[in-house]
């Protein structure tokens, strides 16, 4: 039961448009969500997150957006950048304190190419 | 970067042969994890940490098995391997919040294992 989904395993984009990466869960109990941007062969990167009482979050280029009542998030790369180009995984996490702090369920996984 | 270190980088194992992976962190954070990558699945979490000798299972520990003797060690053992094993290996760190929520996890740099 994926209750990360990222719907889509790629996207292509012209340079300096906006690129917009879609993420949807079915936890309710998921309280804080991020997205991870991962070249090949390194390990992820974080890049930006949001907790859930917030609706908007915004670090540059990079914006999150959170619907809780679609249970659904986005990533906003405005305006887009060859660099950009690598795969971009959302997360979720759900507080439990304790011992089980920080575990993070993740989506597939989307596949960005910035096009010059 | 985190100050996170995976050994090996790459590996070619025998099926049935007992392979360990090693995360090395160098900053003192309590909490220590392992996931896997796999196309179509994303990161899925293997065992978690939370101190010395103190562990717990992931979404996905049947064959595997860690251990944490020192605060900055943490291995992952696969105890028989098999080709469903065959994957790329992310140990990560998550730096404790004064804000509980925040659980920005920092990856190093993968072991990719191959199970022939």
């Known amino acids: 039961d994926q209750q990360v989904k990222q719907n889509s395993p790629s996207l292509s984009v012209q340079e300096g448009r906006i690129s917009i990466l879609n993420c949807d869960y079915t936890?309710?109990?998921?309280?804080?969500f991020l997205w991870y941007k991962k070249y090949p062969a390194e390990g992820p990167t974080f890049l930006i997150s949001?907790?859930?009482?917030?609706d908007k979050n915004e670090d540059g280029r990079f914006t999150v957006f959170l619907n809780k009542s679609a249970k659904h998030l986005s990533l906003h790369i405005v305006p887009s950048q060859p660099g950009d180009s690598a795969v971009y995984f959302c997360?979720?996490?759900?507080?439990?304190?304790?011992?089980?702090?920080?575990?993070?369920?993740f989506g597939q996984g989307t596949i960005l190419t910035v096009h010059p | 970067d985190a100050g996170i270190t995976q050994s090996p980088r790459h590996k070619v194992t025998e099926t049935g042969t007992p392979v360990t992976l090693r995360c090395h962190q160098t900053?003192?954070?309590?909490?220590m994890y392992w996931y896997r990558q796999d196309p179509g699945h994303g990161l899925r979490l293997i065992h978690y940490?939370?101190?010395?000798?103190?562990?717990d299972k992931g979404e996905v520990s049947d064959g595997y098995s860690v251990s944490r003797s020192k605060t900055e060690d943490f291995l992952l053992t696969l105890e028989s391997a098999t080709s469903s094993q065959t994957s790329v290996y992310f140990c990560?760190?998550?730096?404790?919040?004064?804000?509980?929520?925040?659980?920005?996890?920092?990856f190093g740099q993968g072991t990719r294992l191959t199970v022939v």
């Open positions: 900053e003192n954070h309590r909490y």
């Open positions: 990560a760190i998550t730096r404790q919040h004064q804000k509980p929520l925040n659980t920005e996890a920092f």
């Open positions: 949001i907790s859930s009482i917030k």
């Open positions: 940490s939370y101190g010395v000798k103190d562990t």
């Open positions: 936890n309710s109990m998921f309280d804080y």
């Open positions: 997360a979720a996490s759900a507080y439990a304190g304790g011992t089980s702090y920080g575990k993070l369920t």
